[in-house]
């Protein structure tokens, strides 16, 4: 156990439809990412939060957004799915100002069909 | 942006070889981390590298961080069936600096 929990482990979705990924970060971390993994493909940077504040951006689509809540949870949401947004989804986190790099959950598999 | 380029992209060897994957960069980084991603699991920390020259080893597993500070290197020695699955190696400038990951490095491993 990494200490970063994701819910749910899988999603299957229909096209159109919109759905909620939740991520705890491990205990002490302030910084939230999110990347998307595409068919075992690279890791794509979707967004980053810093105690509840967007810090960075990546190649996150409109239809995709996140907020950081006061309990430092992070929620990505993706709206208007369509076929190819099936992918595996992971949060990462972190401490402040750190070399130790991030800690990842386990994922979301998202399947859209 | 910094580019990390990984390579190769994926390898197929017998259990007990010897394997070899790089990362080079454009770009200076001042940490170098090797994460390892087993198959439906998040990445998992294997080896971090802060010093240039620095050669580290975790088990049958060395990384090196290059003197240029442009690249780093990772072995697996005597390649056994769980060494199996995704490599990735990821640069940070400095502290408190996004991670910049490599494209991830395929590794298969026939018993």
């Known amino acids: 156990d990494s200490g970063v929990t994701q819910t749910p482990k899988h999603l299957i979705t229909a096209t159109g439809q919109r759905v909620t990924l939740r991520c705890s970060p491990r205990?002490?971390?302030?910084?939230v990412y999110w990347y998307q993994q595409s068919l075992d493909q690279g890791l794509q940077f979707l967004i980053q939060y810093y105690n509840g504040e967007e810090r960075a951006k990546g190649n996150i689509l409109e239809r995709f957004s996140a907020q950081q809540f006061p309990d430092l949870h992070s929620e990505l949401n993706l709206s208007s799915l369509e076929l190819g947004d099936s992918a595996l989804y992971f949060c990462?986190?972190?401490?402040?100002?750190?070399?130790?790099?991030?800690?990842f959950g386990s994922g979301t598999r998202l399947t859209v069909v | 942006g910094q580019q990390l380029n990984q390579s190769p992209q994926s390898m197929f060897i017998q259990e007990g070889e010897d394997v070899s994957m790089n990362c080079t960069s454009s770009?200076?980084?001042?940490?170098w981390l090797w994460y390892k991603q087993d198959p439906g699991e998040g990445p998992v920390l294997l080896i971090a590298?802060?010093?240039?020259?620095e050669l580290t080893s975790n088990g049958r597993l060395t990384a090196q961080f290059g003197i240029t500070r442009k690249d780093s290197f990772l072995n697996i020695s005597a390649s056994i069936p769980s060494d199996v699955g995704i490599y990735f190696c990821a640069g940070q400038v400095n502290a408190g600096n996004m991670l910049t990951f490599g494209g991830g490095t395929r590794l298969m491993v026939k018993p």
């Open positions: 590298l802060y010093k240039a020259g």
């Open positions: 990462a986190s972190s401490v402040a100002n750190t070399r130790l790099g991030y800690t």
């Open positions: 770009s200076i980084f001042n940490t």
């Open positions: 205990s002490g971390d302030l910084s």
